[in-house]
């Protein structure tokens, strides 16, 4: 059974640094693309950034909103994903969901993670 | 603002059928597939259709989606309770070269 479960969300000050991990299992974590996404409070799904497999040599990409400030790292030995957020913002506040992504779209999700960035 | 537009709200009766629309441009929808996704309240999204039309095993097929041109369309027809739910379109956008997803539709069911 495919499992994605995500840790490290917490109440955080503007400007300070954040890092999230996203336990899988249930499949070969090298073999697939994986996904960040968020969603703040009352809002809608907001894609922040994706890995790509080994086959494609883990490059990544992110959203204007938060590139230069996150970065998406994964140990498939661990089987784990994982999303540093540094000089985080009140608009970063949001649930965070770590997804698998397969021929093109996020086909599992993990139950997501809140993360509060306020003084 | 959302790069793919959804209607905010939409609603229908037990055993209707419903449509939720999905706009964008060609950069996005069209050029590439369209995604749907169906999240239950307090809950993490659900795969419902992939490429454009497509059902993961397990969804039942009262779900349909379409594309035309730069926009789609979700379909619901024979409307449970248990649809009622947040609905949400997706694409790869070239342009940006990343994911946009529309801003979510909640489904009331009266």
């Known amino acids: 059974e495919v499992q994605l479960v995500e840790s490290g969300g917490g109440l955080v000050q503007p400007g300070g640094s954040l890092r999230l991990s996203c336990a899988v299992s249930?499949?070969?974590?090298?073999?697939?693309?994986m996904d960040w996404v968020r969603q703040a409070p009352g809002k809608g799904l907001e894609w922040v950034g994706r890995?790509?497999?080994?086959?494609?040599?883990?490059?990544?990409d992110y959203a204007a909103s938060v590139k230069g400030r996150f970065t998406i790292s994964r140990d498939d030995s661990k089987n784990s994903l994982y999303l540093q957020m540094n000089s985080l913002k009140t608009e970063d506040t949001a649930v965070y969901y770590c997804?698998?992504?397969?021929?093109?779209?996020?086909?599992?999700w993990g139950q997501g993670t809140l993360v509060t960035v306020s003084s | 603002q959302s790069v793919l537009t959804q209607p905010p709200s939409a609603s229908g009766t037990p055993g209707q059928r419903v449509t939720i629309s999905c706009s964008g441009s060609s950069s996005n929808i069209g050029s590439n597939y369209v995604y749907w996704y169906q999240a239950l309240p307090g809950t993490a999204p659900k795969l419902l259709i992939y490429k454009n039309n497509q059902r993961p095993s397990g969804v039942p097929d009262r779900f349909s989606g379409s594309k035309s041109g730069t926009s789609a369309s979700l379909a619901i027809s024979g409307l449970r309770s248990e649809d009622e739910a947040d609905y949400y379109c997706a694409a790869w956008d070239d342009s940006l070269s990343g994911r946009v997803f529309g801003g979510g539709t909640k489904l009331t069911v009266l």
């Open positions: 249930g499949f070969t974590l090298s073999d697939h693309y």
């Open positions: 997804a698998r992504y397969t021929y093109g779209s996020e086909d599992y």
């Open positions: 890995t790509r497999n080994k086959a494609n040599s883990y490059t990544t």
